[in-house]
């Protein structure tokens, strides 16, 4: 069924909405605050060791960032990789402006805490218009990260995406990636193949096809689950702005509730409750599983 039929606009088309969406809604309806405790707790731990019997303190340490946003996770990344290298070079790739300039805030932060430096370069638009046009493209990266943004740089083709990382990686070089491993968006988009298209993005992919994709590319790959159950009890109210603002997340469409024709709405949200679960008070609750995936040579 073509897409162009229902009107859709891609979220991704809308940057305002999508940052109150993503950062406002979703954020916390996936609990995104529990999920970025886990992956900062997992670079801290685990990571930032590999990293420093790596890479000495006596060379510059550079980090590139696909489709960081506000750059929560990366943010992070840099702070404790500060503790370690008096030189760091962060370059972040987004097409989000707004987002972009979040994060140039809190980067700037970084270099008045008295500790070492870091750099800041940004690139506003996508990654293969970075890839194609930037010089900041032909260096090696000592890490990269794609945190919930592989599903968007190429649609319907992360290994294009993949393949541009692992060519900007130094050879002993890592990448971090978090990808869902199963949540109502993949659901959704398995639920209206059509909304790849029409939506610029591929919320289907999960983060076992990136999995074996790196693997059978001969990449060594060491993943974490994080799993959480979402409270999506507002999809369910038709006059919540709340519930409007996930149910875009959720489809990847601005303004679905009023651009969908109503039978395809009707049928989602029966869809959605014949897979989510109701408690005693009544809340209605979906689970949702991330997975981390270190990708090493
Ligand atoms: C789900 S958000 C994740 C943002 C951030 N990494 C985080 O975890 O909070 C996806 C991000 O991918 C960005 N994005 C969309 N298309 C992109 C593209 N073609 N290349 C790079 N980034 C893209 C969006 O602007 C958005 O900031």
């Known amino acids: 069924m073509s897409a162009d039929i229902y009107n859709i606009k891609p979220l991704t088309e809308d ?34 060791k590999m990293l420093t019997d790596v890479f000495g303190r006596d060379e510059e340490f550079s980090l590139l960032g696909v489709g960081v946003g506000e750059g929560p996770h990366e943010f992070h990344f840099l702070k404790s990789l500060q503790s370690y290298y008096p030189s760091i070079c962060n370059v972040a790739v987004d ?13 700037s932060s970084l270099n008045t805490n008295g500790k070492g430096s870091v750099s800041y370069d940004e690139f506003g638009g996508p990654l293969s218009e970075f890839v194609a046009g930037s010089p900041l493209a032909k260096k090696k990266y000592n890490l990269i990260t794609s945190i919930h943004s592989l599903y968007y740089t190429h649609t319907g083709d992360f290994e294009t995406t993949f393949t541009h990382m692992t060519s900007m990686m130094i050879d002993n070089g890592f990448i971090i990636i978090v990808c869902k491993n199963d949540s109502l968006n993949t659901k959704t988009f398995h639920k209206l193949p059509w909304l790849s298209e029409s939506t610029q993005s ?77 408690d005693d008070s009544g809340r209605v609750f979906a689970p949702a599983h991330d997975e981390i995936l270190l990708v090493s040579k």
Not at 29 to 48: G, H, M, P, W
Not at 99 to 107: C, E, G, N, W, Y
Not at 207 to 230: L, P
Not at 247 to 266: E, G, M, V
């Open 15 to 48: 940057p305002k909405r999508y940052e109150d969406v993503y950062y406002n809604v979703f954020y916390k309806i996936a609990q995104k605050d529990v999920v970025l405790e886990k992956v900062n707790q997992y670079f801290d731990t685990k990571v930032i």
């Open 202 to 278: 591929n919320e289907r992919l999960s983060s076992k096809t990136v999995r074996e994709f790196a693997e059978g590319q001969g990449y060594k790959v060491t993943t974490v689950d994080i799993s959480v159950q979402w409270d999506i009890t507002e999809l369910f109210k038709d006059q919540s702005e709340f519930g409007d603002k996930l149910l875009d997340f959720c489809t990847q469409a601005a303004y679905f509730r009023q651009t969908a024709p109503s039978a395809i709405l009707d049928d989602l949200i029966a869809f959605w409750r014949s897979i989510s679960t109701q």
């Open 95 to 107: 097409p989000n402006e707004g987002m972009l300039q979040t994060f140039k805030d809190r980067v």
